[in-house]
T-cell receptor, first 108, second 112 residues
């Protein structure tokens, strides 16, 4: 079974702080996606990265795909309470394999 | 209106009961999926279907069955529910181009 491990599992920070979430696997993926899930809702796609070494920015969120396409990171600059949620990475082989999730809470 | 809907949103049942979770989508996608979410384990694939005549087992299909009644409808059944099937269940659809998955709001199931 392919595994995508995310770290940290939980993160609780103050508004304005920076943070990085990691997504690691021993498997190579053709692409990697990041989703955010809020309470009572399903996950919503934030970004897809395809090329090894690729960096994508979405406002204060920066996503990077590892050179070997086995890992990825999500960096949030100046976190805000609206960033609170569960962040899931998902690697694409012939199906999506989801990571274990990082639960982020940002306090005002 | 939501593109992917799930019914019921919450369900409490007893061990041994048969239950069905239903999913409908208006996105016109051929591909549909059922996932289960447990704390610390992320989302795990139960079954998936790439068109009406195609049904495939996912990572954790034991104890579950599915029916693809139409392009827009994909239902998940627990033939004889057991307590360790207590979880949050999500239906999703995807378009082959881009592989983005669109999730429903989830069904929270408690098996006593």
């Amino acid at each position: 079974t392919q595994l995508l491990e995310q770290s940290p599992q939980f993160l609780s920070i103050q508004e304005g702080e920076n943070l990085t979430v990691y997504c690691n696997s021993s498997s190579v993926f053709s692409s990697l996606q990041w989703y955010r899930q809020e309470p009572g809702e399903g996950p919503v796609l934030l970004v897809t990265v395809v090329t090894g070494g690729e960096v994508k920015k979405l406002k204060r969120l920066t996503f990077q795909f590892g050179d070997a396409r086995k890992d990825s990171s999500l960096h949030i600059t100046a976190a805000q309470p609206g960033d609170t949620g569960l962040y899931l990475c998902a690697g694409d082989t012939d199906k999506l394999i989801f990571g274990t999730g990082t639960r982020l809470q940002v306090f005002p | 209106d939501a593109d992917v809907t799930q019914t019921p949103r919450n369900r409490i049942t007893k061990t041994g009961k048969r239950i069905m979770l239903e999913c409908s989508q208006t996105k016109g996608h051929d591909r549909m999926y059922w996932y289960r979410q447990d704390p610390g384990l992320g989302l795990r694939l139960i079954y998936y279907s790439f068109d009406v005549k195609d049904i495939n087992k996912g990572e954790i299909s034991d104890g579950y069955s599915v029916s693809r009644q139409a392009q827009a409808k994909f239902s998940l059944s627990l033939e004889s529910a057991i307590p360790n099937q207590t979880a949050l269940y999500f239906c999703a659809t995807s378009d082959p181009i881009g592989e983005t998955q669109y999730f429903g709001p989830g069904t929270r199931l408690l098996v006593l």
